[in-house]
């Protein structure tokens, strides 16, 4: 289908959920030099080496079990999509091994200035932890954990998130949780006993919500008559994204632009992000995610919203997509009512966590 390039995405983020090993009731075994000794073989903990991405991909495939994650079939995505960002970091990717076997990493990074124009190391993530399903209830997840939280805090970090959200995602955009970064989902129920075991409270939620582009009725506004005279509907293949921290998260998937543009005055009025996530989980029927849905403010609640994405979606139908995915703070009402007034469907919750100064785990 020749016209679906504009949503196709060269590659893609990822992130995975296996924390089943922190709700062990065995008692924390003590560590050898560098590892922990279960019997006659020995835990290590390391930093991440170039030999290492056959080994994670395979504990990230074996550790799949959740709606949010996929199997990858290649190192390319993790060589492309997260060794290759500039402030990729293989101290901050901890694996740990036993006899040369990767059992489980956890990667921990930093997130953005507040003007995205750098990396800040005041906030402390942990992007992603996974442990083997053989390898769990041994400590390895606390142990790697505890590792990850000193990387952080030895850089400088005064605070400590678990569960990438906007803009606090460096790493794994995409590939987990469909539209956007939505921390950890709900779906992955040993993620927040985890963390909380862990000293860790809950820090912000987002609502996952799919639409099924095939039982999709239009709306009927009586607004829209008036709003089609003013504006234009435009496409913009390359989405211009707004800073060098956006670029560097969501650059490669090549998001695109649809606009809303006032045709007296040439001036774009409403917008929203879509780019094609099905690209990254092929074989899979054709999907869009729409990121950062913006009106200006002093046309808010005057339709312009809902006309875009009805526009959109009737757009997208006739290139053959049939779903589309979104993502939105719980607190941001008047999008969350856009989303159900269209038909969408919320189909999880992301959650992000934040680490408690004095956890009583401690």
């Known amino acids: 289908m020749k016209d679906r390039w504009y949503l196709a995405s060269r590659s893609g983020l990822f992130i995975i959920d296996a924390f089943c090993d922190g709700l062990s009731a065995q008692p924390r075994a003590a560590p050898s030099v560098g590892g922990i000794r279960k019997g006659a073989r020995v835990i290590r903990f390391r930093r991440f080496l170039n030999s290492d991405p056959p080994g994670i991909v395979e504990v990230w495939n074996e550790s799949i079990c959740e709606r949010g994650a996929f199997p990858i079939h290649s190192t390319a995505l993790f060589e492309q999509m997260i060794f290759a960002k500039p402030y990729f970091d293989p101290d901050g990717l901890l694996i740990a091994e036993e006899d040369g076997q990767v059992v489980g990493f956890v990667h921990a990074a930093f997130g953005p200035n507040a003007a995205e124009t ?16 053989g390898h769990r209830h041994k400590g390895i997840g606390t142990t790697l954990l505890h590792r990850a939280e ?5 850089r400088g970090a005064k605070q400590l998130i678990a569960g990438g959200m906007r803009p606090l995602n ?44 095939e039982e999709y009725a239009p709306p009927v506004d009586s607004r829209f008559l008036s709003l089609r005279r003013k504006y234009d509907v435009q496409l913009v293949p390359q989405a211009e994204l707004k800073s060098w921290w956006q670029d560097c998260v969501m650059g490669q998937i090549e998001p695109v632009e649809f606009r809303l543009t006032d045709k007296l005055s040439g001036i774009p009025e409403a917008r929203v992000l879509a780019w094609e996530p099905s690209s990254l989980r092929q074989p899979s029927p054709p999907s869009a995610g729409l990121l950062d849905i913006q009106v200006q403010a002093d046309l808010r ?6 006309f875009l994405l009805s526009q959109l979606f009737r757009y997208i139908q006739e290139q053959y997509f049939t779903l589309v995915m979104m993502q939105v703070p719980e ?14 469907e919320q189909v999880d ?4 966590f934040r680490k408690e100064k004095n956890p009583t785990s401690e």
């Open 118 to 133: 750098a990396v800040s190391t005041d906030i402390g993530i942990i992007c992603i932890l996974a442990v083997h399903p």
């Open 150 to 154: 000193d990387y952080l805090r030895g």
């Open 170 to 213: 460096p790493f794994y955009f995409g590939l987990y949780g469909g539209a956007d970064s939505p921390g950890f989902l709900a779906s992955d129920a040993a993620a927040a006993p985890f963390f909380e075991q862990q000293g860790y409270v809950g820090s912000g939620n987002c609502l996952v919500f799919e639409l099924n582009l």
């Open 301 to 306: 609640r005057q339709g312009l919203a809902r």
């Open 331 to 344: 607190l941001n009402h008047p999008v969350v009512a856009l989303a159900k007034s269209l038909g969408f």
């Open 349 to 352: 919750t992301g959650r992000s």
